[in-house]
Nanobody, 118 residues
Framework: QVQLVESGGGLVQAGGSLRLSCAAS????????MGWFRQASGKEREFVAA????????RYADSAKGRFSISKDNAKNTVVLQMSSLKPEDTAVYYC???????????WGQGTQVTVSS
């Protein structure tokens, strides 16, 4: 079992930056693919970014490319999503997830709200 706790959300103006962190506890962290997803009000949850257990592989949604960066620190059991050039359409609850493959996640955090004002 892996417990995931997100932090770092908040209110930011368009064009600003935020750094989301996900702290993992429980079973070993380094063996998992870690991902970030988001869900805007009234919309389905969507993929944002993911990173392999080694950190050598990264994937981004088209909406995140060039603006968001995902990284992890296995020693600290933490994965970070650095977001810049934020837009109002980035407003959503952001969730951290852990899984075995880039397209399969089994553990989820409770989410952190990100609000981007225009």
């Amino acid at each position: 079992q892996v417990q995931l706790v997100e932090s770092g959300g908040g209110l930011v103006q368009a064009g600003g930056s935020l750094r989301l962190s996900c702290a993992a506890s429980g079973r070993t962290f380094s063996g998992y693919v870690m991902g970030w997803f988001r869900q805007a009000s009234g919309k389905e949850r969507e993929f944002v970014a993911a990173i392999s257990w080694s950190g050598g592989g990264r994937r981004y949604a088209d909406s995140a490319k060039g603006r968001f960066s995902i990284s992890k620190d296995n020693a600290k059991n933490t994965v970070v999503l650095q977001m810049s050039s934020l837009k109002p359409e980035d407003t959503a609850v952001y969730y951290c997830a852990a899984g075995y493959f880039f397209d399969h996640y089994v553990y989820w955090g409770q989410g952190t709200q990100v609000t981007v004002s225009s």
